[in-house]
């Protein structure tokens, strides 16, 4: 009997011991491509085809701000990020809370509309709009990217939002209503606090979407700027400069290191909270 | 609930206007209204320098059953099918590895599959490229070893642009398995081998039918993008593969065949429809575990 436990015991661990392995083996599949990245980006050669030592003047060469393109390039990506985030959340925040709350005629057919974004392959709707704007006749451009952006941002920011709200949160409202609040006040004071945590990361999905994006960005530029990844989509043809590496390097340094703070903070404040909450006496039952 | 709900419709429509039409408007305006004007191009007659000219004609859907066009929309079909395989069998077990850790530990590895991702896509993509070049780390260590004599030209292969679409569709395959594992009780799983089923035929019986809602919206989240990408073979065929998307983009630039285009988007968006049908079969779409 006891013979046969072992045998499972060490049958289990061996197991377990495979299981790890394997998760290893997948993320290190992942992560590849950003080491390969970063590996690159210290680079000694002037195209990135073959290793040819390490330097770091890549970083130096990307922060005298001589490469004016992939600088202009990074600054139109930003902007339009940031525009269609704010963008995006608004909308996508409202609906969310309104496709959940209410009824109406034409909700079912919103509501799979906000799916088709998602599924529908991005290459279709980019070249749909592209064709009923030239059609309609509005200049491509920057406009019209952000327009893209936002159609593919707005539905994930709405599922987002849907995901995060429940009956809770329609009791705080009727609660805040009954205490004399009008509706407006009950938005701003009950309902968008409650749903905070769902309404930044409905903001983060939109930016990391909206920075990252190609075909919208380059099928409706029109003439215009390009946005990075556009930029670097046309110049992988000819090989791609360290510089490029370095770039993208620090940007995703600051997007962990972002993350890691506002994790920090988000811990900082549920401590205060935990603090606060044992000095209180218990208000909700 | 839904009385209450339903008499503050009646009382006031302002806050549903408010709150439902913004995102409404959007959505019909440039979702409904440029996939319905796509359909209608595509019937259209292309134009002597681009553009439409507005007669009715099927000549775009005859131009895609020519088998040039048609080869490409079958090797498109195949390249999507083995990514989303892959995805599946690789993903899975994955998938399930995570599920079974505690919630916490779970979360971080979710968060870690997915800070590969805030990297720029087409670095990622390069960064393969890189990886597999002619002089590149790979090659080093097959011809140093002996394996191959000369290094392999991975580059620009429909292999290399299979990598890069596994690598990329990956975890969109394991976070709908996931949260589909994760839901899974436990207390069937023991039922189960309770009863006396071994766990091969547990996992047959119980898990895999269960989680299956989860392994469909993998199977939507990764056979669609794959077969509608042109960025992938954009950059890891260097323009040498071409799939659908590509020649789909390049009506829109060189070619300027826009009713061909047209068609073949509503190619896709049809294919598209007929999976979501099949979807909507046996689960509610709104199951589907999109973020």
New interface residues.
């Given amino acids: 009997m006891t013979e046969q436990n072992l045998k499972r015991v060490r049958k289990k661990r061996r197991l377990a011991f495979l ?1 790890d392995l ?2 290893v083996l ?2 290190t ?9 970063i590996v ?1 980006s210290f680079n000694d050669a002037k195209r ?4 040819e030592g390490f330097t770091t003047g890549w970083y130096g060469k990307l922060f005298s701000f001589s490469n004016t393109t992939l600088w202009d390039a990074l600054v139109y990506s930003l902007i339009i990020a940031v525009l269609a985030t704010v963008i995006s959340t ?3 925040v ?2 969310g ?3 959940k ?4 005629r ?2 079912k057919f ?16 980019a ?6 704007f ?2 309609v006749g509005i200049k491509m451009g920057m406009g019209t990217i952000l ?1 893209g952006h ?2 593919f941002c ?3 920011a ?3 939002i849907k ?1 995060r709200i429940s ?1 809770d949160n ?1 009791t705080l409202e009727e609660a805040s209503m009954d205490l004399g609040a009008n ?1 407006i006040q009950t938005f701003v004071r009950v309902t968008i606090p409650s749903i905070m945590p769902g309404i930044m990361s409905a903001a983060f ?1 939109s930016f ?1 979407l909206s920075i ?1 994006d ?2 919208m960005s ?2 409706l530029a029109g003439a215009s700027q390009s946005t ?2 556009v930029l ?2 046309s110049l ?2 000819t090989g ?1 400069s360290g510089d ?2 370095a770039l ?1 390097t620090v ?2 340094v600051c ?2 290191a972002g ?1 890691l703070v506002q994790s920090l903070i988000r811990r900082l404040i549920s401590k205060r909270r935990a603090k606060e909450g044992a000095l209180l006496p218990q208000e909700e039952g | 609930m839904n009385r209450s709900s339903g008499t503050k419709k009646k009382k006031n429509r302002l806050p549903v206007l408010a709150q439902a039409g913004p995102v409404s408007v959007w959505m019909i305006l440039f979702v409904t209204l440029p996939l319905l004007f796509i359909i209608y191009v595509s019937f259209m007659t292309r134009g002597t320098f681009g553009g439409i000219e507005y007669t009715f004609s099927t000549e775009s859907y005859r131009t895609i059953l020519d088998p040039m066009y048609f080869s490409v929309i079958l090797k498109s079909l195949k390249v999507a099918a083995v990514t989303t395989i892959l995805c599946l069998l690789f993903g899975y077990p994955l998938a399930y590895f995570i599920a079974r850790k505690p919630p916490e530990t779970a979360s971080k590895l979710i968060m870690l599959l997915m800070i590969p991702f805030w990297t720029n896509g087409m670095m990622r993509l390069n960064a393969w490229m890189l990886f597999f070049q002619v002089n590149g780390p790979v090659n080093y260590v097959l011809t140093h070893l002996g394996i191959v004599e000369k290094p392999v030209m991975f580059l620009y292969t429909d292999w290399l642009v299979n990598i890069g679409l596994f690598t990329n569709m990956l975890p969109f395959a394991v976070l709908p398995m996931y949260s589909s594992i994760e839901k899974l009780q436990k207390s069937l799983l023991e039922a189960s081998s309770d009863l006396g089923a071994d766990p091969v035929r547990t996992f047959l019986k119980v898990t895999l039918p269960l989680t299956f809602p989860g392994i469909f919206s993998a199977i939507i989240l990764t056979f669609i993008p794959a077969l509608g990408t042109y960025t992938v073979t954009d950059m890891l065929g260097g323009g040498k593969v071409l799939y659908i998307g590509n020649i789909i983009k390049n009506q829109f630039g060189t070619i300027r065949n826009w009713p061909l285009g047209a068609a073949l988007s509503v190619l896709l968006l049809v294919i598209t429809a007929l999976l979501i049908f099949i979807y909507s079969r046996f689960a509610g779409i709104e199951d589907m575990e999109v973020v």
């Avoid at chain 1, 709350?101 to 109406?104: A, G, M, R």
């Avoid at chain 1, 799979?112 to 599924?119: E, L, R």
């Avoid at chain 1, 070249?127 to 009923?132: N, S, T």
Wanted: proline share 5%; charged share 10%; aromatic share 12%.
């Fill in positions: 299981a394997y998760a997948m993320y599949l992942f992560y590849i491509p950003v080491a390969v990245m690159f990135n085809y073959s290793w608004v909308i996508g409202l609906g809370i309104g496709l709350k209410f009824e109406f034409t909700k919103i509501n799979m509309m906000i799916y088709v974004p998602i599924i529908v392959p991005e290459i279709v709707l070249v749909a709009m592209l064709i009923i030239i059609t327009i936002c159609t707005i539905p994930y709405v599922v987002t995901g009956g329609e509706r999905l990391t990252d190609v075909v380059n099928m990075l990844p670097i989509l992988n043809r791609l490029v590496n993208t940007m995703i997007m962990v993350l």
